[in-house]
């Protein structure tokens, strides 16, 4: 019963963070587009952006401690509820630091544990190939299950990737925050929305291959 459970958070957890990516990208290209907006109410609706991207850091933590517990609980990790249990506590906790962060983020600690959180993101992509990759007779993961978690890596890798290429998205709102928009900045800042968007859809193929591996699940 328990494991049932798990699986339908899990499987609305997916809903949700697909739904908070359509939401984040569809106000963040609004933003990108507003040039005729007044600049103050510009970045207050990019702040609102900045906000609702809060989410989808939700729905990374909840679907990698649901999808461990889950395969505690099938068995296919040893431990059983008790490793769910731990994986539940270790998911929570790491919920908690990812709230702190996005609370305190404009201030010298909470940029300092922003970038250990983002650098995090290379360990979590690394320990989810080591796992993919772990020999059968330590863990009792079966084929599709280690490929969905090869494409879990690959989800967190385009996550990334749209975090770097919004960097120059960062660096020309900064100008214009000082000097004011111009075309030119404004130009960037729609190239800069293009090239995010375009990171995002291999995103959305990783996902896609993850729903599709879960549903066939080839042997």
């Known amino acids: 019963m328990v494991a049932q459970i ?13 739904g908070s990516e359509f939401v984040i990208n569809s106000t963040y290209r609004y933003v990108c587009y507003a040039g005729e907006m007044p600049f103050a109410d510009r970045d207050r609706l990019m702040g609102h952006v900045m906000n609702v991207d809060q989410h989808v850091r939700y729905a990374l933590v909840l679907q990698f401690g649901l999808g461990f ?8 990790i040893p431990g059983g509820a008790t490793a769910a249990w731990i994986i539940a506590v270790a ?3 790491w919920f908690v630091f990812v709230e702190i962060i996005h609370h ?28 993919a990759l ?3 007779e330590t863990w009792n993961l079966p084929f599709w299950l280690r490929v969905k978690l ?15 290429a919004l960097l120059s998205h960062f660096r020309t709102w900064a100008v214009m925050a000082r000097d004011g928009p111009s075309d030119e900045t404004n130009a960037i800042i729609r190239r800069t929305y293009w090239k995010a968007t375009s990171v ?5 193929l990783f996902i896609a291959g993850i729903v599709t591996l879960s549903i066939w ?3």
Request: proline residues 3%.
């Open 150 to 164: 090869a494409l879990f890596a690959g989800v967190i890798a385009s996550g990334v990737g749209i975090r770097l």
């Open 104 to 131: 305190i983020r404009h201030s010298s600690a909470g940029r300092l544990l922003a970038t250990f959180d983002r650098r995090s993101r290379y360990f979590l992509m690394g320990f989810l190939l080591l796992c």
């Open 69 to 76: 517990a889950l395969a505690a609980l099938y068995g296919f």
């Open 200 to 204: 995002l859809l291999v995103l959305w």
């Open 91 to 93: 998911a929570g906790a």
């Open 134 to 136: 772990t020999p059968s």
């Open 6 to 18: 798990v699986l339908v958070a899990h499987i609305a957890v997916l809903g949700y963070w697909l």
């Open 217 to 219: 699940k080839p042997g």
